[in-house]
């Protein structure tokens, strides 16, 4: 199904652009970054890189049926070209023309942790009612939210936006072309703390979303966070007084909030949802009482989009994890927590409160968290101390931060069952011996640390 029409004439003027041959009324029928890719009708975005240019890659999608090449200088080519001077920030002008061609609920979603899940909890509660359009994959920056923008369609009702940075004027960027009539926020945490300073600089650059946020539109924040709870949406921006704040979490004072919680292990949490007079039983079918917190975003955005509580109930126990997000694997020797996907202390500490509610012999395999700044060392040394006093049996900490790590445990239970390896690899000679018949298993670390690896070798014991 192609794109709402956009001609080449169109383009070039949203984009600032001139257009060099081709017809101005010859439409695009798609976007495309990937000379890989099938482009046929597509307008092909030739992104300069140090190792690859896309403009090496102009002719060959012009001989393949491209329509248009967006490129930042004139080149010989065999078919039309619109030319910018900065093809970023021109596919950016042009995202945000595109989104303006759609009158539908915008969701968008921040936070230093839980973003994905949190948007597929609201996908899967919005999808019980309306079609809906979400990112993919990790296709939520600069790059890779205008592709998300451009894959929205005419029978798309609602469009669910994860929106992530790592410096300031980045949120300020993904804002001004995704337009979200409702921003949620989950946690503001130590993600990218090494470029944005501290937590209330995580704030400032995440709250850059509510300045372009739709100006009677609703702000949703977890409750539990203690800089996000008593922040008023003026407090970020003033001329934004008519956006709504709602709360979620588990504490009292909570607009949405979760009781009656119960850690069914590999089947999930089960929790009463209750806002206003609704209160719903539901099981949340994915490892983690953290998911608590997606569950209950998504019923305040379900809520305010019309949803009935049976409706949101449903939704939640539809919810299917992305990948890499605390996956479990049983084998007839361990039952392995997958959660390599990402790292950072926020995160750590959940998965770890979750994996010492199990039942048995509990082993968390915890690697490096980067991107922490000039904290790093003591953070790791912190997260250590929260993982001794957190009744998970034993930790084995790899990677040469992990380092910290150990000692963080070492110094707050010296008693405690703990190994530390310098790297990845060295671990993953090691734990065959470390672990016993039925112990359950958490694998964490940042993505650079490749764990899945140590995953892979574990399903094969």
Same mark, same amino acid.
């Given at each position: #199904?192609?794109? *709402?029409?956009?001609?080449?004439?169109?383009?070039?003027?949203?984009?600032?652009?001139?257009?060099?041959?081709?017809?101005?009324?010859?439409?695009?029928?798609?976007?495309?970054?990937?000379?890989?890719?099938?482009?046929?009708?597509?307008?092909?975005?030739?992104?300069?890189?140090?190792?690859?240019?896309?403009?090496? =890659? &102009?002719?060959?999608?012009?001989?393949?049926?491209?329509?248009?090449?967006?490129?930042?200088?004139?080149?010989?080519?065999?078919?039309?070209? @619109? &030319?910018?001077?900065?093809? %970023?920030?021109?596919?950016?002008?042009?995202?945000?023309?595109?989104?303006? %061609?759609?009158?539908?609920?915008?969701?968008?979603?921040?936070?230093?942790?839980?973003?994905?899940?949190?948007?597929?909890?609201?996908?899967?509660?919005?999808?019980?009612?309306?079609?809906?359009?979400?990112?993919?994959?990790?296709?939520?920056?600069? @790059?890779?939210?205008? #592709? !998300?923008?451009?894959?929205?369609?005419?029978?798309?009702?609602?469009?669910?936006?994860? #929106?992530?940075? +790592?410096?300031?004027?980045?949120?300020?960027?993904?804002?001004?072309?995704?337009?979200?009539?409702?921003?949620?926020?989950?946690?503001?945490?130590?993600?990218?703390?090494?470029?944005?300073?501290?937590?209330?600089?995580?704030?400032?650059?995440?709250?850059? #979303?509510?300045?372009?946020?739709?100006?009677?539109?609703? =702000?949703?924040?977890?409750?539990?966070?203690?800089? %996000?709870?008593?922040?008023?949406? !003026?407090?970020?921006?003033?001329?934004?007084?008519?956006?709504?704040?709602? @709360?979620?979490? %588990?504490?009292?004072?909570?607009?949405?909030?979760?009781?009656?919680?119960?850690?069914?292990?590999?089947?999930?949490?089960?929790? !009463?949802?209750?806002?206003?007079?609704?209160?719903?039983?539901?099981? @949340?079918?994915?490892?983690?009482?953290?998911?608590?917190?997606?569950?209950?975003?998504?019923?305040?955005?379900?809520?305010?989009?019309?949803? +009935?509580?049976?409706?949101?109930?449903?939704?939640?126990?539809?919810?299917?994890?992305?990948? *890499?997000?605390?996956?479990?694997?049983?084998?007839?020797?361990?039952?392995?927590?997958?959660?390599?996907?990402?790292?950072?202390?926020?995160?750590?500490?959940?998965?770890?409160?979750?994996?010492?509610?199990?039942?048995?012999?509990? &082993?968390?395999?915890?690697?490096?968290?980067?991107?922490?700044?000039?904290?790093?060392?003591?953070?790791?040394?912190?997260?250590?101390?929260?993982?001794?006093?957190?009744?998970?049996?034993?930790?084995?900490?790899?990677?040469?931060?992990?380092?910290?790590?150990?000692?963080?445990?070492?110094?707050?239970?010296?008693?405690?069952?703990?190994?530390?390896?310098?790297? *990845?690899?060295?671990?993953?000679?090691?734990?065959?011996?470390?672990?016993?018949?039925?112990?359950? &298993?958490?694998? *964490?670390?940042?993505?650079?640390?490749?764990?899945?690896?140590?995953?892979?070798?574990?399903?094969?014991?």
């Amino acid at each position: #199904m192609h794109m *709402k029409p956009i001609s080449l004439a169109k383009a070039a003027q949203v984009m600032g652009g001139t257009l060099v041959g081709g017809g101005p009324s010859t439409e695009i029928q798609q976007v495309v970054m990937d000379s890989r890719r099938d482009v046929t009708g597509a307008l092909f975005v030739a992104i300069p890189g140090n190792r690859v240019d896309g403009h090496d =890659f &102009v002719s060959d999608v012009h001989q393949r049926d491209a329509v248009c090449a967006l490129v930042e200088r004139e080149i010989d080519a065999s078919g039309p070209l @619109i &030319v910018v001077d900065s093809t %970023l920030r021109a596919i950016r002008d042009l995202a945000a023309y595109y989104r303006s %061609l759609f009158d539908i609920p915008v969701i968008g979603i921040t936070g230093s942790v839980g973003k994905t899940g949190t948007k597929e909890m609201i996908a899967a509660v919005l999808a019980t009612k309306y079609s809906v359009h979400k990112t993919e994959g990790n296709f939520n920056n600069e @790059i890779g939210t205008p #592709m !998300t923008i451009f894959g929205l369609r005419e029978h798309h009702q609602v469009f669910v936006a994860e #929106m992530g940075i +790592s410096d300031f004027g980045e949120m300020a960027r993904l804002t001004e072309m995704v337009r979200p009539d409702i921003a949620v926020f989950t946690i503001i945490g130590y993600a990218h703390i090494e470029f944005l300073g501290s937590r209330e600089g995580v704030l400032k650059a995440k709250g850059e #979303m509510v300045k372009c946020l739709n100006p009677d539109g609703l =702000f949703i924040a977890n409750g539990d966070d203690d800089i %996000l709870r008593p922040l008023k949406v !003026t407090d970020l921006y003033p001329e934004q007084a008519g956006v709504k704040k709602l @709360i979620y979490g %588990l504490t009292p004072g909570n607009d949405y909030r979760a009781e009656h919680i119960v850690n069914l292990g590999e089947n999930g949490v089960s929790c !009463t949802l209750c806002w206003g007079d609704a209160a719903i039983d539901v099981t @949340i079918p994915v490892f983690g009482e953290h998911m608590v917190y997606a569950a209950l975003a998504a019923a305040a955005v379900g809520a305010a989009l019309g949803l +009935s509580p049976a409706e949101i109930a449903r939704g939640i126990e539809s919810f299917t994890n992305a990948d *890499k997000r605390s996956d479990i694997f049983k084998t007839d020797f361990l039952t392995i927590i997958d959660d390599s996907y990402n790292a950072n202390p926020t995160s750590v500490e959940a998965a770890i409160t979750a994996l010492a509610k199990l039942p048995g012999r509990r &082993v968390a395999v915890i690697g490096d968290m980067g991107e922490l700044g000039t904290d790093c060392h003591k953070l790791h040394h912190e997260l250590g101390a929260f993982a001794a006093r957190s009744g998970v049996d034993c930790i084995v900490c790899a990677g040469p931060l992990s380092e910290h790590t150990y000692r963080g445990v070492k110094d707050t239970n010296p008693d405690l069952q703990a190994w530390y390896f310098p790297d *990845k690899d060295t671990a993953l000679e090691a734990l065959p011996a470390l672990l016993q018949q039925g112990d359950q &298993v958490l694998v *964490k670390a940042s993505r650079s640390g490749r764990f899945e690896d140590i995953v892979t070798a574990l399903r094969g014991l």
